[in-house]
């Protein structure tokens, strides 16, 4: 046992490493101290314990207690539950340390391969109630001492990285840096599997992503040096200013500086940072974007930038914003040793269509799942990127170890996809209040949480074997349908020879309902007797079809009858979305009998907007034939939904394509208008009275307000106007509650990371 001698070398090494503020240093450190106890990082299954035995120092065992009351947890079982199993985490970055602390903790043996060699992002986040209490929990202020004091909340990522290092390291987490991921060697028949666990941080062969963009909202970060003298402690940092509420700030900043921007964030941490949304028509006028263009990509680009512009544009809005109290005013710089000043389209953003799926080769089974930014890239004004990359985390770890009880492995999946569709709709309202009680178990932190929503026999396609479907890239079994065109062609394929039926494009073909009916038929035939539909009751054909396709597949309509008959244009990537679902359900087995056989081959359609959660599959009994009298059509409401959204005001049923959400509810457009008044309202521009459960326009709010006991909730623009959010309502369910937060279910303060 090591002595408490204060010259003791092993306490003056674990001080270094506890204040150790660069990635090297901190790894430097740690091989010293590992070093001089004796003790190899690789035994990862009891080295936590001996380095608690060999390392009997008062400051240390602060921490050791803390962490032992984490490890302690049943979730973990004493750290045997996945003893058994490796787990390779691909990315350094704070939701990549966060996932191998977990894994850590369950008992795993966990390698972290980072390709840089250094921490060096500067940008700060902005941290929910709930991850600061978790970071407390891991000794967060043991190794930084500033974290979350008072009010403050928010850390440097570069911070939060060095944190989260060293308790993996100390919970026996092997890291590397300077070293890229390249692939995986498949397992040979001597060799066995690489890894059986795989937590990816970048994109990944595999798995497939969705964008989701708004009209073009251009945001500029920088940082600079925080020389932490008395006059820079003076200056009071900005939670969120948005031009909605202080129209003279900005106005006078447009004067002063030619700046014109609709919203400013500071937060004073390692560096001082902004971060801000600055119009278009200004930073051309600035000469900071040298010629406009309608394609983002090609405005923003590098050599449409001026960068020097840029460094001016930045610096004047900076100074201005703090009254001009911030003294010596230097750029820090970025890990190419440029000044850190970073301008981008953060209305585009990626989203991940499955969490995990499971290869295997020559019989070993590898899981492999997403965490961070890859999962769901983050909008920054909401300050989701570290909330919702914790809660990944452990969602990801649960699925490790349920994978390391030997649960079977599409259950697995299932469960992980079941839990991955709650993720987007996040907010650190409608998580569980009760921090102390989070675990890694998804019913401690979500409010509602159906482990069961996603079947099993639904996911074969997230199940990559040699002898089955390669999710990469097509084969001769699966040939990828990529384009609209060979959607279209499938769609003719499967309703040539049926009279009435001409399927020419991906909307008005589609108009009769016919179409629909005769796709049902090729598979299903007997559920249509296609000789009892007439062309002309287009609203009855229509109805029909979507009562089958919702019955039969789980496949909820997008639109009523009626408005599929008789709107004047129907949108094609909406129809894109419907059809996607259809060929996806019926491609599950090929087309029994009927008009037309077709080859059923196996195929997955990539689009840009797909529905987030899989359709239900039905398995029923077979039924006789639906002729046209026997269906009653109602143009407004279908029968049987699996997914039915009642309007929260008048009660009716709510179709994707007519429906808004806020504060958690979905209603017709029509419908969101004002209690007292009836004035129609707009998103961003409202009150919602907790007390009643009311919405009312600005107008009558404070007047509502004196009358209640409880206070009510006034939600504002926070950051942009409602006209840049102004989507083609084709989105699916989950894509609709994104939009509808982006612009109104958050403060500004939350403007960062």
């Known amino acids: 046992m090591v002595n408490q001698d204060p010259t003791n070398p092993s306490h003056a090494l674990f001080d270094q490493f506890v204040q150790s503020q660069t990635c090297k240093e901190v790894q430097r450190t740690f091989s010293e101290l590992c070093h001089h106890l004796q003790l190899d990082p690789r035994d990862y299954q009891s080295f936590y314990t001996k380095l608690k035995e060999r390392l009997n120092y008062w400051k240390a065992k602060a921490l050791w207690i803390k962490l032992d009351k984490r490890a302690q947890h049943q979730d973990y079982q004493q750290g045997k539950v996945c003893a058994k199993t490796k787990c390779l985490v691909l990315g350094a970055g704070p939701c990549g340390l966060r996932t191998a602390i977990e894994l850590a903790l369950l008992g795993a043996q966990v390698v972290v391969l980072e390709k840089r060699d250094s921490f060096s992002r500067n940008n700060v986040l902005h941290l929910w109630p709930y991850t600061i209490y978790d970071l407390r929990g891991l000794a967060a202020k043991k190794f930084y001492g500033k974290f979350c004091t008072g009010a403050l909340d928010h850390i440097s990522i570069r911070q939060l990285q060095l944190i989260l290092l060293k308790v993996s390291l100390l919970l026996g987490v092997e890291v590397h840096t300077g070293v890229e991921f390249k692939g995986f060697v498949e397992p040979s028949e001597a060799t066995g599997c690489m890894c059986f666990s795989s937590i990816c941080m970048s994109f990944s062969p595999g798995f497939r992503w969705k964008e989701l963009r708004g009209k073009l909202a251009i945001g500029i970060t920088c940082n600079f040096i925080n020389h932490h003298s008395a006059a820079e402690a003076q200056v009071a940092e900005i939670s969120g200013v948005a031009r909605i509420y202080n129209q003279k700030f900005f106005q006078d900043l447009l004067t002063e500086k030619g700046i014109d921007l609709e919203n400013i964030v500071y937060y004073k941490d390692a560096t001082h940072y902004f971060v801000m949304t600055a119009k278009k028509k200004s930073l051309l006028k600035m000469g900071v974007i040298k010629q406009d263009f309608s394609d983002a990509n090609q405005l923003l680009g590098q050599a449409n930038v001026d960068q020097d512009a840029l460094l001016r544009y930045a610096h004047g809005a900076a100074h201005f914003s703090t009254g001009h109290r911030l003294p010596n005013m230097q750029f820090a710089l970025n890990h190419a040793g440029q000044p850190d000043v970073a301008m981008f389209d953060f209305t585009c953003m990626h989203r991940a269509e499955n969490a995990s799926l499971v290869r295997e080769r020559k019989g070993k089974k590898l899981l492999m799942g997403l965490v961070g930014d890859c999962l769901v890239e983050p909008f920054w004004p909401l300050g989701t990127g570290i909330a919702r990359g914790f809660l990944a985390a452990f969602d990801t770890a649960w699925m490790v170890r349920s994978w390391g009880k030997g649960k079977p492995h599409l259950e697995v999946v299932a469960e992980r996809e079941s839990i991955y569709q709650l993720l987007s709709q996040t907010t650190p309202e409608n998580i569980n209040k009760n921090y102390s009680a989070f675990s890694i178990d998804p019913a401690t932190r979500y409010q509602h949480v159906n482990l069961n929503s996603i079947k099993a026999n639904q996911l074969q396609h997230l199940y990559d074997v040699e002898d089955h479907i390669d999710l990469g890239r097509p084969t001769k079994k699966q040939k990828g349908l990529s384009t609209f065109e060979e959607l279209l062609k499938w769609c003719q394929q499967h309703t040539a020879g049926y009279d009435r039926v001409k399927v020419k494009d991906l909307t008005q073909s589609w108009r009769s309902g016919l179409a629909l009916c005769a796709l049902i038929n090729t598979f299903r035939p007997h559920l249509i007797d296609m000789s009892s539909l007439k062309e002309s009751d287009s609203v009855h054909n229509n109805q029909l079809a979507f009562s089958l396709l919702e019955g039969e597949l789980g496949i909820p309509p997008i639109i009523s009858a009626s408005d599929m008959a008789t709107k004047e244009q129907i949108d094609k990537l909406s129809m894109v979305l419907y059809l ?126 004196n009358k209640e006991q409880s206070p009510s909730v006034k939600v504002g623009l926070s950051v942009l106007s409602l006209s840049r959010w102004e989507m083609k309502p084709f989105c699916c369910i989950p894509c609709c509650q994104l939009v509808a937060q982006l612009v109104c279910t958050e403060q500004l303060r939350t403007a960062s990371g």
């Open 580 to 705: 996607t679902q259809i060929h996806d359900a019926f491609n599950e087995r090929t087309p029994t009998s009927g008009k037309h056989q077709g080859n059923g081959c196996h195929t997955f359609i990539e689009v840009l907007f797909k529905y987030d959660c899989c359709s239900q599959f039905l398995c029923s009994q077979p039924v006789a034939p639906l002729s046209a009298p026997e269906v009653t059509p109602d143009p407004e409401l279908s029968p049987t939904s699996m997914n039915n959204e009642e309007c929260y005001f008048c009660g009716q049923r709510v179709f994707v394509l007519e429906r808004i959400s806020t504060e958690g509810k979905f209603f017709h457009r029509s419908c969101f208008t004002c209690q007292q008044c009836g004035t129609t309202l707009r998103l961003g521009r409202y009150t919602f009275s907790q007390h009643t459960g009311k919405f009312y326009c600005e107008l009558h709010s404070e007047q509502i307000e």
